[in-house]
C-alpha cells in the first residue's frame, strides 16, 4: 500500500470512532508527518456544541502532542456528497504547522479531491504577521 493510500484509509477508519451524537455526522482524518508517521483523528462532539472539535484539530493536536510538528499531507474522510473539505478553523490549525500542504479529501470509501492547503486558505494569518510593530 502506497502512502497516499494508508493516509485516506487511516482517515477512512477513524471515523469509526467519532463522538457524533448530536451531528450524526462522522469525520476522521489523518495527518502525515515528515517521519512518515501517520496520526489519525476523529470529530468529538459535545452536549455544549461549542465545545465540538473537528478531526483534523483532533489529528494535529495528537500529532503535537507527540512531539511532530511537521506535516505533509492530510486525509479528511466524511460522508458528504460530494466529500466535504476541512472547516475554515481546521485550515487555519494547518497553516500554524504547514506553509503548504496536501489535502487529500475523501468520501467513506476511498479518495475523491486532492487539493492543497494554498488553494483552501490563501493567505492565511501567519506567525510571520506579528513579526511586525505591535501596539
Ligand atoms: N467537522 C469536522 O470534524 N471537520 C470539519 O472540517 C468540518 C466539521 C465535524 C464537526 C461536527 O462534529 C460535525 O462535523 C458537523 O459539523
Not at 493516509?7 to 455526522?25: D, E, G, K, N, T
Not at 492530510?74 to 500554524?96: I, K
Amino acid at each position: 500500500m502506497n502512502v497516499d493510500d494508508a493516509l485516506v484509509a487511516a482517515a477512512i477508519a477513524a471515523r469509526h470512532h467519532a463522538w457524533a451524537p448530536y451531528s450524526h455526522f462522522a469525520v476522521g482524518a489523518a495527518v502525515l508527518c515528515e517521519d512518515g508517521t501517520i496520526v489519525s483523528g476523529c470529530n468529538v462532539e459535545n452536549v455544549t456544541f461549542g465545545l465540538t472539535t473537528c478531526a483534523e484539530q483532533v489529528a494535529i493536536l495528537k500529532a503535537v502532542s507527540e512531539g511532530r510538528r511537521r506535516f505533509l499531507k492530510v486525509a479528511v474522510s466524511s460522508p458528504a456528497d460530494p466529500p466535504a473539505a476541512p472547516c475554515g478553523l481546521c485550515r487555519q490549525m494547518m497553516a500554524e504547522f504547514a506553509d503548504d500542504l496536501e489535502v487529500l479529501i475523501c468520501g467513506t470509501e476511498g479518495l475523491s479531491e486532492r487539493t492543497t492547503l494554498a488553494a483552501l486558505l490563501p493567505r492565511a494569518f501567519r506567525p510571520s504577521d506579528l513579526e511586525g510593530e505591535r501596539g
